[in-house]
C-alpha cells in the first residue's frame, strides 16, 4: 500500500513537469484512495484545482487540509489556509470547521474575529438540531465578552432550549448582575427570577434573587428566599443580608437571632444590630432596642472600640428624641464615660421630653442632675421656672437653694434688668464679648496644659506671656492659671509667687496638681481633642517606621476631625519634601506630588494666625479647588534639637469651615509627637549603621551598648513610654568558652542572632553583650511585654543545635523594665537599669534554664 502511494505522487510529479495537470490530479486522487488521510496530496489537489479556475473543487481539498493540520505547530499554516482559501468563498463550510477556525483566532488573542466565527458556527449548529454543538459556541462567546448583556442572555436561552438548567441559570444570574450595574433594576429582577426557577436550590443564586427584591422594596419576599438556607450558613454577607430583608419585613426577632449569632461567631454585623435598634425603637419596642444596644456595648467595649459604640448610639437616639428609654440609656453611657459636657446637654433633653409627658417626679430628678453638674447654667433656672406651681413644693425649695441665677444676657439674676442697662441690644452685646473674652482666656489655659503634658516647656510659656498680656492680673482672681504660673516656673512681669497659703476660697476653687482641670471646664470639642492627643501618640510611637508613623498620624487626624483631607510633610520650608504622607476622605483621590509641593508653598506664605495657624482659603490659592478643598490649616512643626522648621502637618474640608484654637492646638500637639517619633526612630537607624560589630548577626557591639540605652531612655522619658532590657544568655556560657573556644562559640552566637532576628521588632535593638550573652533593648515594651517576649526567644532555640553537642543547649534570661523617678536624669535611668539587669542575670545564672523577671521599685 505504501508502495502505490509513493508511485502514485512520482507519477503526478512527473505529469506536473510534463504540465500534463489532468493527469496529475489522476495520480494525486489515487493517493488519496489508498490513504484518505495524506497532507502533500490534499494540498496539491486544492492547489491543482485553483490552477485549473474550479474554485468550488479547490475549496472542497483546502478544507480536507484545513482539518488535517491538527498539530500545534501547524496552526499559523491552519489559519493562513482558512484566511486565504475558505473564509470568503461561497462555498458553506461545515460549522466544526467554523468552530474550528473560530478556537484558533481565540488563541491568537483576536476575541472580535473569535466571536464572529463562533456566532456563525452557533447559528448553523441550531439550523441542523445540534443544539448542544450550539451551546459550547455561545459559551465560548460568553467567556470571550463576560460584560456583555446580550450575549449572557442568548447563552441563557440556548442553554435553557438545551436543557442544561444549571448553565442557564448561572448565565441569567450573570446577565441580572450586568442589568443591576447598568441600573435596570426591574430587569435585574426578572432576569434572577428566571435564574431562581431553573436552579431553587444554588445558594449563589438565591442570594442575588433575595438582594434584588430587597432593592425593589419587596423585603418579606427576599427573606423567605433566604430562610430555608439560614440554618447551616455561616457566611457574613449572607447573614447580613438576610438579617436585613427581616428588618425590612418586620421580623426583628427573628433578625435579633440572626444578627447576635452573626456578631457571636464572627464578630461582624454591628453595624446591622445598630438599624435593628432603631426599628425596635421606630415600632415602638424600646426596651428591646435597649437590650441590643446592651449587647453591643458589651462586645464593642470589649473590643476597645467605646468611640465607635458612642458615635452610633449618638445616631439612633438623634432618630427618636422623645424616647424616654433610649434618652436614659443615652444619658447613661455618657455619665460613664465622664463626658459632662454631652451627658449635661443628653440630660436637658431629657427633662424636656419628661415634663412634656406629664412625668414630674422624673423631670424634677432630672433637673437635680443637671443642677450637680453645673449650678450657674442659665438654662437650668428656665425649666426651674416650668415646674413651678407642677412640682413639689419642698422639692423646689430645696433645689433653688443649691442653684445660682443664669450668667445669660437675656435672663440676668432676679429676672430684671439692671437700670443702668437702658439699651438691651447694647447689653446683650456687652454679655457676648465677655463670654468671648472668656472663651479665649479657657483655650489659652487649655493650650498652656498641653503644652506642660508633653513637656513642651517653651511654648507653654509662649502662651502665658500672651495670657498674661491679654489679661494682666487674672491670676489674682484665676487659681487655675495661677497654678499654671507655678507648673512653668513662670510669672508675668511684676508678679511675685504667693508664698503664703491661699485662702479658704482660692483652695476650693483651684484643681489639685497631678489631676489635671475638671471635665466642667472645658468644651465638648477641648475634652474630645485632649483624650484623642494622648491615644494618636501612642499609635504612633507604636509605628515601626517613620513612613508609618506619618500614615498613621494623617489617618487618626483626617478621621477624628472628619477632614477631606490630611497631610503631613518631613523636610524644611523652601525645601522638597524628604517623606510625606496623605490622609483622603472616600470618595477623593490622592493628590499628585506636584500639587503637594505647590500646597506647601501657599501655606509657607501664608501669615501664622494669632495661634500659630497658616490659614489657606480658596480664594487666596487655586490649588485648593483642585484638591476639592474650601479651606485649609496648617501649622509649623520645630525641631526641639535644633529649633529649626522641619515638618508640616495640614488639614483640609471641603466645606466651608470655621477653625477653632482647639484644632491649631491639636495640629500642634500631634505633629511635635509624630516629629520627635520620626527623630528617635532615624537615630536608632543610624546607631545601627554605625554600630554593627558584625555583618553575618547584625548585632551590634557591646560599644553601643550604652549609648543606644541613652538614647532610648531619652526618649521613654520625654514621650512617657516604658523601656525594658532582656540579657539572653547561654547556660554555663564561661566554662563552655574555655572548652569549645572561641571560634566555635562565636559561629554558635551568630547562628543563634539570626535565628532570634525574625521574632523581635524592627525597634528592638539586639547587642552582643558578651561571648556567650545578648542583650535586647525593647522600646515602648513593658516588663509583661519584655518576659513574653524572652520566653519566645527561648521556645525558639530550643531547636539550635551547637556542633559540640548533638544533645542542645540551655537558655536563661533577665528582665528588668526602666524606673523614672522625678529626680532621675537619662544617665541615672540608665545606671539604675544596667544595675538591676547585671542582678537578674547573676540570679538566672545559679538558676539555668529560667526566666529571671526583676519587678521594678517602686517609686
Same mark, same amino acid.
Not at 280 to 290: H, L
Not at 527 to 550: C, G, N, W, Y
Given at each position: 500500500?505504501?508502495?502505490?502511494?509513493?508511485?502514485?505522487?512520482?507519477?503526478?510529479?512527473?505529469?506536473?513537469?510534463?504540465?500534463?495537470?489532468?493527469?496529475?490530479?489522476?495520480?494525486?486522487?489515487?493517493?488519496?484512495?489508498?490513504?484518505?488521510?495524506?497532507?502533500?496530496?490534499?494540498?496539491?489537489?486544492?492547489?491543482?484545482?485553483?490552477?485549473?479556475?474550479?474554485?468550488?473543487?479547490?475549496?472542497?481539498?483546502?478544507?480536507?487540509?484545513?482539518?488535517?493540520?491538527?498539530?500545534?505547530?501547524?496552526?499559523?499554516?491552519?489559519?493562513?489556509?482558512?484566511?486565504?482559501?475558505?473564509?470568503?468563498?461561497?462555498?458553506?463550510?461545515?460549522?466544526?470547521?467554523?468552530?474550528?477556525?473560530?478556537?484558533?483566532?481565540?488563541?491568537?488573542?483576536?476575541?472580535?474575529?473569535?466571536?464572529?466565527?463562533?456566532?456563525?458556527?452557533?447559528?448553523?449548529?441550531?439550523?441542523?438540531?445540534?443544539?448542544?454543538?450550539?451551546?459550547?459556541?455561545?459559551?465560548?462567546?460568553?467567556?470571550?465578552?463576560?460584560?456583555?448583556?446580550?450575549?449572557?442572555?442568548?447563552?441563557?436561552?440556548?442553554?435553557?432550549?438545551?436543557?442544561?438548567?444549571?448553565?442557564?441559570?448561572?448565565?441569567?444570574?450573570?446577565?441580572?448582575?450586568?442589568?443591576?450595574?447598568?441600573?435596570?433594576?426591574?430587569?435585574?429582577?426578572?432576569?434572577?427570577?428566571?435564574?431562581?426557577?431553573?436552579?431553587?436550590?444554588?445558594?449563589?443564586?438565591?442570594?442575588?434573587?433575595?438582594?434584588?427584591?430587597?432593592?425593589?422594596?419587596?423585603?418579606?419576599?427576599?427573606?423567605?428566599?433566604?430562610?430555608?438556607?439560614?440554618?447551616?450558613?455561616?457566611?457574613?454577607?449572607?447573614?447580613?443580608?438576610?438579617?436585613?430583608?427581616?428588618?425590612?419585613?418586620?421580623?426583628?426577632?427573628?433578625?435579633?437571632?440572626?444578627?447576635?449569632?452573626?456578631?457571636?461567631?464572627?464578630?461582624?454585623?454591628?453595624?446591622?444590630?445598630?438599624?435593628? $435598634?432603631? !426599628?425596635?425603637?421606630? %415600632?415602638? =419596642?424600646? #426596651? +428591646?432596642?435597649?437590650?441590643? *444596644?446592651?449587647? /453591643?456595648?458589651?462586645?464593642?467595649?470589649?473590643?476597645?472600640?467605646?468611640?465607635?459604640?458612642?458615635?452610633?448610639?449618638?445616631?439612633?437616639?438623634?432618630?427618636?428624641?422623645?424616647?424616654?428609654?433610649?434618652?436614659?440609656?443615652?444619658?447613661?453611657?455618657?455619665?460613664?464615660?465622664?463626658?459632662?459636657?454631652?451627658?449635661?446637654?443628653?440630660?436637658?433633653?431629657?427633662?424636656?421630653?419628661?415634663?412634656?409627658?406629664?412625668?414630674?417626679?422624673?423631670?424634677?430628678?432630672?433637673?437635680?442632675?443637671?443642677?450637680?453638674?453645673?449650678?450657674?447654667?442659665?438654662?437650668?433656672?428656665?425649666?426651674?421656672?416650668?415646674?413651678?406651681?407642677?412640682?413639689?413644693?419642698?422639692?423646689?425649695?430645696?433645689?433653688?437653694?443649691?442653684?445660682?441665677?443664669?450668667?445669660?444676657?437675656?435672663?440676668?439674676?432676679?429676672?430684671?434688668?439692671?437700670?443702668?442697662?437702658?439699651?438691651? $441690644?447694647? !447689653?446683650?452685646?456687652? %454679655?457676648? =464679648?465677655? #463670654? +468671648?473674652?472668656?472663651?479665649? *482666656?479657657?483655650? /489659652?489655659?487649655?493650650?498652656?496644659?498641653?503644652?506642660?503634658?508633653?513637656?513642651?516647656?517653651?511654648?507653654?510659656?509662649?502662651?502665658?506671656?500672651?495670657?498674661?498680656?491679654?489679661?494682666?492680673?487674672?491670676?489674682?482672681?484665676?487659681?487655675?492659671?495661677?497654678?499654671?504660673?507655678?507648673?512653668?516656673?513662670?510669672?508675668?512681669?511684676?508678679?511675685?509667687?504667693?508664698?503664703?497659703?491661699?485662702?479658704?476660697?482660692?483652695?476650693?476653687?483651684?484643681?489639685?496638681?497631678?489631676?489635671?482641670?475638671?471635665?466642667?471646664?472645658?468644651?465638648?470639642?477641648?475634652?474630645?481633642?485632649?483624650?484623642?492627643?494622648?491615644?494618636?501618640?501612642?499609635?504612633?510611637?507604636?509605628?515601626?517606621?517613620?513612613?508609618?508613623?506619618?500614615?498613621?498620624?494623617?489617618?487618626?487626624?483626617?478621621?477624628?476631625?472628619?477632614?477631606?483631607?490630611?497631610?503631613?510633610?518631613?523636610?524644611?520650608?523652601?525645601?522638597?519634601?524628604?517623606?510625606?504622607?496623605?490622609?483622603?476622605?472616600?470618595?477623593?483621590?490622592?493628590?499628585?506630588?506636584?500639587?503637594?509641593?505647590?500646597?506647601?508653598?501657599?501655606?509657607?506664605?501664608?501669615?501664622?494666625?494669632?495661634?500659630?495657624?497658616?490659614?489657606?482659603?480658596?480664594?487666596?490659592?487655586?490649588?485648593?479647588?483642585?484638591?476639592?478643598?474650601?479651606?485649609?490649616?496648617?501649622?509649623?512643626?520645630?525641631?526641639?534639637?535644633?529649633?529649626?522648621?522641619?515638618?508640616?502637618?495640614?488639614?483640609?474640608?471641603?466645606?466651608?469651615?470655621?477653625?477653632?484654637?482647639?484644632?491649631?492646638?491639636?495640629?500642634?500637639?500631634?505633629?511635635?509627637?509624630?516629629?520627635?517619633?520620626?527623630?528617635?526612630?532615624?537615630?536608632?537607624?543610624?546607631?545601627?549603621?554605625?554600630?554593627?560589630?558584625?555583618?553575618?548577626?547584625?548585632?551590634?557591639?557591646?560599644?553601643?551598648?550604652?549609648?543606644?540605652?541613652?538614647?532610648?531612655?531619652?526618649?521613654?522619658?520625654?514621650?512617657?513610654?516604658?523601656?525594658?532590657?532582656?540579657?539572653?544568655?547561654?547556660?554555663?556560657?564561661?566554662?563552655?568558652?574555655?572548652?569549645?573556644?572561641?571560634?566555635?562559640?562565636?559561629?554558635?552566637?551568630?547562628?543563634?542572632?539570626?535565628?532570634?532576628?525574625?521574632?523581635?521588632?524592627?525597634?528592638?535593638?539586639?547587642?552582643?553583650?558578651?561571648?556567650?550573652?545578648?542583650?535586647?533593648?525593647?522600646?515602648?515594651?513593658?516588663?509583661?511585654?519584655?518576659?513574653?517576649?524572652?520566653?519566645?526567644?527561648?521556645?525558639?532555640?530550643?531547636?539550635?543545635?551547637?556542633?559540640?553537642?548533638?544533645?542542645?543547649?540551655?537558655?536563661?534570661?533577665?528582665?528588668?523594665?526602666?524606673?523614672?523617678?522625678?529626680?532621675?536624669?537619662?544617665?541615672?535611668?540608665?545606671?539604675?537599669?544596667?544595675?538591676?539587669?547585671?542582678?537578674?542575670?547573676?540570679?538566672?545564672?545559679?538558676?539555668?534554664?529560667?526566666?529571671?523577671?526583676?519587678?521594678?521599685?517602686?517609686?
Amino acid at each position: 500500500m505504501a508502495a502505490d502511494v509513493s508511485k502514485n505522487l512520482e507519477r503526478a510529479k512527473k505529469f506536473l513537469e510534463k504540465n500534463r495537470v489532468e493527469d496529475a490530479i489522476e495520480a494525486y486522487l489515487s493517493v488519496l484512495d489508498e490513504a484518505p488521510g495524506h497532507q502533500e496530496a490534499t494540498q496539491a489537489l486544492g492547489d491543482l484545482y485553483l490552477r485549473m479556475d474550479q474554485p468550488e473543487r479547490a475549496v472542497v481539498y483546502y478544507g480536507m487540509f484545513f482539518d488535517l493540520l491538527v498539530d500545534p505547530k501547524e496552526e499559523t499554516k491552519a489559519l493562513a489556509i482558512y484566511n486565504r482559501f475558505l473564509k470568503n468563498s461561497t462555498t458553506q463550510q461545515p460549522p466544526e470547521r467554523i468552530a474550528r477556525y473560530a478556537f484558533l483566532q481565540q488563541k491568537q488573542n483576536r476575541a472580535d474575529e473569535a466571536m464572529e466565527q463562533y456566532n456563525k458556527a452557533a447559528e448553523l449548529f441550531t439550523s441542523a438540531g445540534r443544539l448542544e454543538d450550539a451551546l459550547f459556541c455561545w459559551e465560548r462567546i460568553a467567556q470571550l465578552d463576560p460584560e456583555n448583556l446580550a450575549r449572557q442572555l442568548k447563552l441563557a436561552e440556548a442553554a435553557e432550549q438545551a436543557g442544561k438548567n444549571l448553565i442557564a441559570a448561572r448565565a441569567y444570574l450573570r446577565a441580572g448582575q450586568l442589568a443591576t450595574a447598568g441600573g435596570s433594576h426591574d430587569n435585574a429582577l426578572k432576569l434572577l427570577g428566571r435564574a431562581h426557577s431553573l436552579a431553587p436550590q444554588e445558594r449563589s443564586v438565591t442570594l442575588l434573587y433575595a438582594e434584588a427584591k430587597l432593592r425593589t422594596g419587596a423585603a418579606a419576599d427576599a427573606a423567605g428566599l433566604l430562610e430555608p438556607f439560614a440554618a447551616t450558613e455561616n457566611d457574613a454577607a449572607f447573614l447580613e443580608t438576610f438579617s436585613d430583608a427581616l428588618v425590612k419585613s418586620g421580623k426583628l426577632d427573628r433578625a435579633r437571632e440572626v444578627l447576635e449569632k452573626l456578631l457571636r461567631e464572627k464578630n461582624a454585623g454591628a453595624l446591622r444590630l445598630f438599624e435593628l $435598634a432603631d !426599628a425596635y425603637a421606630a %415600632a415602638g =419596642q424600646d #426596651a +428591646k432596642s435597649i437590650e441590643v *444596644l446592651h449587647t /453591643l456595648k458589651r462586645r464593642m467595649y470589649a473590643d476597645k472600640r467605646q468611640n465607635e459604640f458612642t458615635a452610633e448610639v449618638d445616631n439612633v437616639a438623634a432618630k427618636h428624641p422623645k424616647s424616654l428609654t433610649i434618652l436614659e440609656f443615652w444619658a447613661a453611657l455618657y455619665n460613664e464615660l465622664n463626658r459632662e459636657a454631652q451627658y449635661f446637654e443628653i440630660l436637658l433633653k431629657l427633662f424636656d421630653v419628661n415634663l412634656e409627658t406629664g412625668n414630674m417626679r422624673k423631670a424634677c430628678d432630672t433637673l437635680e442632675r443637671l443642677v450637680d453638674i453645673d449650678a450657674y447654667d442659665y438654662r437650668n433656672q428656665q425649666r426651674f421656672e416650668l415646674l413651678r406651681g407642677k412640682a413639689d413644693e419642698t422639692f423646689l425649695q430645696r433645689i433653688s437653694g443649691r442653684m445660682s441665677k443664669s450668667t445669660n444676657p437675656a435672663a440676668p439674676a432676679g429676672g430684671r434688668q439692671p437700670e443702668e442697662t437702658l439699651n438691651p $441690644a447694647a !447689653a446683650g452685646q456687652g %454679655a457676648s =464679648q465677655e #463670654a +468671648k473674652q472668656a472663651q479665649g *482666656l479657657e483655650d /489659652l489655659i487649655v493650650q498652656t496644659e498641653i503644652f506642660l503634658q508633653y513637656s513642651l516647656h517653651a511654648k507653654a510659656q509662649e502662651r502665658l506671656q500672651k495670657i498674661a498680656s491679654l489679661f494682666p492680673g487674672e491670676e489674682e482672681r484665676n487659681a487655675r492659671l495661677r497654678n499654671l504660673y507655678e507648673t512653668a516656673n513662670w510669672w508675668p512681669q511684676g508678679a511675685k509667687p504667693k508664698s503664703a497659703a491661699p485662702s479658704a476660697a482660692v483652695v476650693e476653687a483651684e484643681i489639685v496638681p497631678g489631676t489635671g482641670p475638671k471635665t466642667g471646664m472645658y468644651s465638648a470639642d477641648t475634652m474630645r481633642d485632649l483624650s484623642k492627643i494622648s491615644e494618636i501618640s501612642q499609635k504612633i510611637f507604636r509605628q515601626q517606621t517613620p513612613r508609618a508613623m506619618l500614615n498613621t498620624t494623617v489617618s487618626e487626624l483626617g478621621a477624628h476631625l472628619r477632614a477631606a483631607r490630611a497631610i503631613a510633610v518631613i523636610g524644611a520650608p523652601g525645601r522638597p519634601p524628604e517623606i510625606a504622607a496623605e490622609f483622603c476622605a472616600p470618595g477623593a483621590k490622592p493628590a499628585p506630588g506636584a500639587q503637594l509641593v505647590f500646597l506647601l508653598a501657599q501655606m509657607e506664605k501664608a501669615a501664622p494666625d494669632e495661634m500659630g495657624g497658616l490659614i489657606v482659603e480658596t480664594k487666596d490659592a487655586s490649588v485648593l479647588k483642585e484638591l476639592g478643598l474650601a479651606t485649609a490649616m496648617g501649622v509649623m512643626i520645630t525641631d526641639k534639637e535644633t529649633q529649626q522648621p522641619a515638618a508640616m502637618l495640614i488639614c483640609g474640608f471641603a466645606e466651608p469651615h470655621r477653625w477653632r484654637p482647639n484644632e491649631v492646638y491639636l495640629l500642634q500637639a500631634i505633629g511635635d509627637q509624630m516629629l520627635m517619633s520620626v527623630s528617635h526612630t532615624r537615630l536608632r537607624s543610624l546607631v545601627r549603621r554605625i554600630g554593627v560589630s558584625d555583618e553575618r548577626s547584625g548585632l551590634l557591639s557591646r560599644s553601643s551598648y550604652l549609648s543606644c540605652l541613652l538614647t532610648e531612655a531619652d526618649r521613654a522619658k520625654s514621650q512617657g513610654t516604658p523601656l525594658s532590657l532582656t540579657i539572653l544568655q547561654i547556660d554555663r556560657g564561661a566554662e563552655l568558652l574555655r572548652q569549645q573556644g572561641e571560634s566555635p562559640m562565636e559561629r554558635f552566637l551568630e547562628q543563634l542572632s539570626r535565628s532570634l532576628q525574625p521574632i523581635v521588632r524592627q525597634n528592638d535593638v539586639a547587642v552582643k553583650y558578651t561571648a556567650w550573652s545578648l542583650a535586647f533593648i525593647l522600646p515602648d515594651t513593658t516588663l509583661a511585654g519584655a518576659q513574653n517576649l524572652a520566653d519566645k526567644l527561648k521556645r525558639a532555640a530550643t531547636g539550635l543545635r551547637p556542633p559540640w553537642d548533638a544533645s542542645g543547649i540551655t537558655l536563661s534570661a533577665g528582665i528588668v523594665e526602666a524606673v523614672a523617678k522625678q529626680d532621675f536624669d537619662s544617665e541615672d535611668i540608665v545606671t539604675d537599669l544596667i544595675n538591676r539587669a547585671e542582678h537578674s542575670v547573676d540570679e538566672a545564672r545559679k538558676k539555668g534554664d529560667t526566666v529571671v523577671v526583676l519587678e521594678s521599685p517602686k517609686v
